[in-house]
């Protein structure tokens, strides 16, 4: 990944731009009606897009590259549970058969995503070989975005959102826990389109 500074330069002015406008409207929208506690609940388990981003360097030519990585067809063929299943057996094998190798010591430059090799990957490679390997399982690839996000450490990291009915998950190749986006303590700053994954959004997302 790139260094937390580059990072958060690239993403910080447009997060705030689109932070101002949505505070804007949510003034308007407040101003005739309030949002029930429930409803405020399950919004706020989801990670909200503010501004659309250009991709982080490294996956310029992510779609190009993969075609899947960047599928918004959506598939309706496995139930939640069924999905939940699948994803934590594969988070688990991926953590455990991939080792964790820089950019910089595999292929002597700063920012590549890609597969794993078989001498391993860093974490972009994780959440992309996870998306991979859900997507071959028949994992609704619509509900699987790689996100870029600042650590607990305020390094520079990428990890794989699982849109779940009930809210975002995060699947990282740090721990085999998968957990609710706002339980990671990592502060989000890119993330694939929902609506057209091959574009990238800004959020707004401190957990």
């Excluded at 590549?112 to 997507?135: Q, V, Y």
């Excluded at 509900?143 to 990291?157: E, G, M, W, Y």
């Excluded at 993330?191 to 800004?202: I, L, N, Y």
Aim: glycine share 6%; hydrophobic share 35%; aromatic share 8%.
């Amino acid at each position: 990944m790139a260094t937390m500074g580059t990072e958060f330069r690239a993403v910080n002015a447009r997060i705030w731009t689109g932070f101002g406008r949505t505070l804007g409207i949510l003034a308007l929208a407040l101003g005739s009606s309030v949002m029930a506690p429930d409803a405020q609940a399950r919004e706020g388990n989801f990670i909200r897009t503010v501004a659309s981003s250009p991709p982080p360097s490294g996956a310029r030519q992510l779609c190009r590259q993969y075609s899947w990585a960047c599928s918004s067809k959506a598939s309706n063929s496995m139930s939640s549970q069924q999905e939940m299943q699948i994803i934590k057996k594969v988070n688990r094998q991926v953590n455990a058969t991939t080792r964790s190798v820089t950019d910089q010591a595999q292929y002597r430059t700063r920012e590549r995503w890609a597969l794993p090799t078989s001498r391993g990957g860093d974490c972009e490679d994780f959440a992309l070989l996870k998306k991979r390997d859900l997507i071959r399982a028949g994992v609704d690839p619509s509900k699987l975005l790689i996100a870029t996000v600042l650590d607990t450490q305020r390094n520079s990291h990428a990890v794989l959102v699982y849109r779940s009915a009930s809210g975002d998950l995060v699947l990282d190749n740090l721990t085999n826990r998968i957990k609710p986006w706002s339980a990671t303590r990592y502060l989000f700053l890119r993330m694939q389109d929902p609506r057209r994954p091959s574009k990238w959004v800004g959020v707004f997302g401190r957990s």
